[in-house]
């Protein structure tokens, strides 16, 4: 089977200071893990890492297919509507930009068409960023702290949605939930990585099988 991920030895240091080091970690399609830890234990680190978006200090990342992260909060550009955001994230993509596709994706999450992003409440936002990652379809999910700012229906939205995912596509989920982890595959918990070895030396796989 291909691995969409397949991380060695990855190490995150900023200054003196390691965030993680020698973690063993990969992701296999269709499968959902989730990314436990307290406050500063490195998860949303680890999730840009692993998106690609911060260079690690050390180890080897192999990545395969395309990479949605739905971030904490999610970025928008603010004075577009909620529409021209995702036209704008599709074409960004090179992905086909179908209005009726835009239409319907919206209306799934509730939000309509033209008010611009800056006049959005945090849930509304997060709702927006469920329709972006749903649009672009990416191989692997990256999702930080999801659930942060979404009511009881948003929250079904999403587990809607990693349902959807989980089919073909892998899922991380860095949380502080614990209701995810009946979602997920395995966990990995960064602060019993750090607990194993405070001064953080190489380490084996913090993984384990939930079920
Ligand atoms: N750009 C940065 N420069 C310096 N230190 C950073 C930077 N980003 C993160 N850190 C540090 O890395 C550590 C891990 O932070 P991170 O945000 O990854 O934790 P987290 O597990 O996602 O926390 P939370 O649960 O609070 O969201 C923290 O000590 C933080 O201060």
Not at 64 to 87: C, I, M
Not at 92 to 110: N, Q, S, T
Not at 140 to 147: A, V, Y
Request: charged fraction near 25%; aromatic fraction near 4%.
């Amino acid at each position: 089977m291909n691995r969409l991920i397949e991380a060695s030895n990855l190490g995150k240091r900023y200054g003196l200071d390691w965030v993680f080091r020698g973690l063993e970690f990969r992701l296999n399609p269709g499968e959902v893990v989730a990314l436990l830890g307290p406050n500063g234990a490195g998860k949303t680190t680890l999730l840009r890492v692993l998106a690609g978006l911060v260079r690690p200090t050390q180890g080897k990342l192999l990545r395969q297919g395309r990479v949605g992260l739905l971030a904490n909060p999610p970025a928008f550009h603010r004075h577009f509507s909620g529409e021209e955001n995702l036209r704008y994230a599709l074409r960004l993509e090179g992905l086909p930009i179908r209005a009726e596709a835009l239409k319907a994706a919206l209306k799934a999450v509730g939000l309509s068409q033209r008010k611009p992003v800056l006049s959005y409440s945090s849930g509304m936002k997060k709702r927006l960023a469920i329709a972006r990652i749903r649009l672009l379809k990416p191989d692997i999910w990256l999702l930080d702290e999801p659930e942060a700012a979404l009511d009881a229906q948003g929250r079904e939205l999403l587990e809607g949605l990693v349902q959807e995912a989980r089919g073909r596509n892998g899922v991380v989920i860095a949380t502080h939930d614990r209701g995810w982890l009946s979602h997920c595959d395995r966990a990995l918990d960064l602060g019993a990585l750090q607990k194993a070895d405070p001064d953080r030396p190489s380490s084996a796989d913090a993984a384990r099988n939930i079920g």
